[in-house]
C-alpha cells in the first residue's frame, strides 16, 4: 500500500522561508509522477509543482520563482523548497503521486504565513 507522509509545515512571516518533506513508503511502480498541492480555507485544492514521470518539473504561476520542487529518488523522499512567502500561500500543503495521475495522497501539512 503506498503512503505518503508531509513535514517540515508551521507558522512563517511574509517574505520568509519553508521547506516541505514528503515520504513516500510501499510504491512498486518505477514510472511515477509527484506534486505538490494545497487547500487554503474555502478553496479548491489546487496545484502547485510537481515532477511528472518523464522528469520534467512545472510549477502554478502563483509560485513561479518563488518556489522550487525536487526528488531524492533514493529517500524515496519529495521536497518542496518555498521562498519569499506570502499570507495568500497560507494552505494545508499535499503530496501526491501515481503512475500517471495523482492517485496517492497524504495527510497534509499545515503551512500559515503572517503578515
Known amino acids: 500500500q503506498v503512503q505518503l507522509a508531509e513535514s517540515g509545515g508551521g507558522l512563517v512571516q511574509a517574505g520568509g522561508s519553508l521547506r516541505l518533506s514528503c515520504a513516500v513508503s510501499?510504491?512498486?511502480?518505477?514510472?511515477?509522477?509527484m506534486g505538490w498541492f494545497r487547500q487554503a480555507p474555502g478553496k479548491e485544492r489546487e496545484f502547485v509543482a510537481g515532477i511528472g514521470w518523464f522528469g520534467g518539473t512545472s510549477y502554478a504561476d502563483s509560485v513561479k520563482g518563488r518556489f522550487t520542487v525536487s526528488e531524492d529518488s533514493a529517500k524515496n523522499s519529495l521536497y518542496l523548497q518555498m521562498n519569499s512567502l506570502k499570507p495568500g500561500d497560507t494552505a494545508v500543503y499535499y503530496c501526491a503521486t501515481g503512475p500517471v495521475t495523482y492517485d496517492y495522497w497524504g495527510q497534509g501539512t499545515q503551512v500559515t504565513v503572517s503578515s
Open positions: 510501499g510504491r512498486t511502480f518505477s514510472r511515477y509522477a
